[in-house]
């Protein structure tokens, strides 16, 4: 099963799901910390990816943002872009022509722990972008991008550049490289009982009776 493949069959499913899933094969608690919100056209929208890790720092000097711009050229594609900060900078890490940099380099989305502008762009842009709230204030002053490509921690879980990335508007989840084929198999299977299970409480059934038909609840 190729890259492609597997970022496919990921797509169905749910962070829910996939957060279930890597903590019943014994990988830890895997989900971000609450407080993303979806800013793009579809609230109930699903996206995937290979993690391409920024990482920012809180600083007050009004630094250049050469690094930044080079973070954005180094995107790959079908990636996601995990922008990890070592605090709240008060101020957005995203905007408008981040998304359109990132976009045409054919990434995925972007999980962003920080503020996000720009939105007259953003939005009509239709990218996949979840932040912890929006902010007109710019970068300079604020923080520095320090690095990119590299291990980070996102809102309390280790982020690797190979890690797979999902996102939808539950929350973020992060699958450790590696191990992505067994959490999809095992999210497959368990989704299979989760709908029979739905369409078997639709249909009047007993839930006791249905959990111990299924497993699911």
Do not use: K
């Given at each position: 099963?190729?890259?492609?493949?597997?970022?496919?069959?990921?797509?169905?499913?749910?962070?829910?799901?996939?957060?279930?899933?890597?903590?019943?094969?014994?990988?830890?608690?895997?989900?971000?910390?609450?407080?993303?919100?979806?800013?793009?056209?579809?609230?109930?929208?699903?996206?995937?990816?290979?993690?391409?890790?920024?990482?920012?720092?809180?600083?007050?000097?009004?630094?250049?943002?050469?690094?930044?711009?080079?973070?954005?050229?180094?995107?790959?594609?079908?990636?996601?872009?995990?922008?990890?900060?070592?605090?709240?900078?008060?101020?957005?890490?995203?905007?408008?022509?981040?998304?359109?940099?990132?976009?045409?380099?054919?990434?995925?989305?972007a999980v962003v722990d920080g503020g996000?502008?720009?939105?007259?762009?953003?939005?009509?842009?239709?990218?996949?972008?979840?932040?912890?709230?929006?902010?007109?204030?710019?970068?300079?002053?604020?923080?520095?991008?320090?690095?990119?490509?590299?291990?980070?921690?996102?809102?309390?879980?280790?982020?690797?550049?190979?890690?797979?990335?999902f996102a939808d508007a539950t929350?973020?989840?992060?699958?450790?490289?590696?191990?992505?084929?067994?959490?999809?198999?095992?999210?497959?299977?368990?989704?299979?009982?989760?709908?029979?299970?739905?369409?078997?409480?639709?249909?009047?059934?007993?839930?006791?009776?249905?959990?111990?038909?299924?497993?699911?609840?």
């Amino acid at each position: 099963m190729n890259r492609q493949d597997i970022l496919a069959r990921y797509e169905p499913l749910y962070a829910a799901l996939v957060s279930d899933a890597v903590e019943a094969l014994g990988l830890g608690a895997r989900a971000a910390a609450p407080g993303l919100a979806p800013f793009h056209t579809q609230p109930l929208r699903v996206a995937v990816g290979w993690a391409f890790p920024v990482e920012i720092r809180q600083t007050s000097d009004r630094v250049e943002i050469d690094r930044l711009l080079a973070a954005v050229a180094a995107v790959p594609a079908d990636s996601m872009v995990v922008v990890a900060a070592d605090r709240d900078v008060r101020g957005a890490l995203w905007g408008g022509l981040m998304t359109t940099g990132v976009q045409q380099r054919g990434a995925r989305g972007a999980v962003v722990d920080g503020g996000i502008r720009d939105l007259h762009q953003v939005i009509p842009a239709d990218f996949a972008v979840w932040a912890a709230y929006r902010s007109p204030l710019d970068i300079r002053g604020r923080a520095e991008v320090v690095g990119h490509g590299s291990p980070v921690t996102f809102r309390g879980v280790p982020v690797n550049p190979a890690d797979l990335v999902f996102a939808d508007a539950t929350g973020v989840v992060v699958v450790p490289a590696g191990h992505e084929g067994a959490v999809l198999e095992y999210c497959e299977t368990r989704r299979r009982d989760e709908v029979a299970t739905d369409e078997a409480l639709a249909a009047g059934d007993a839930p006791s009776a249905v959990y111990e038909r299924y497993g699911a609840f």
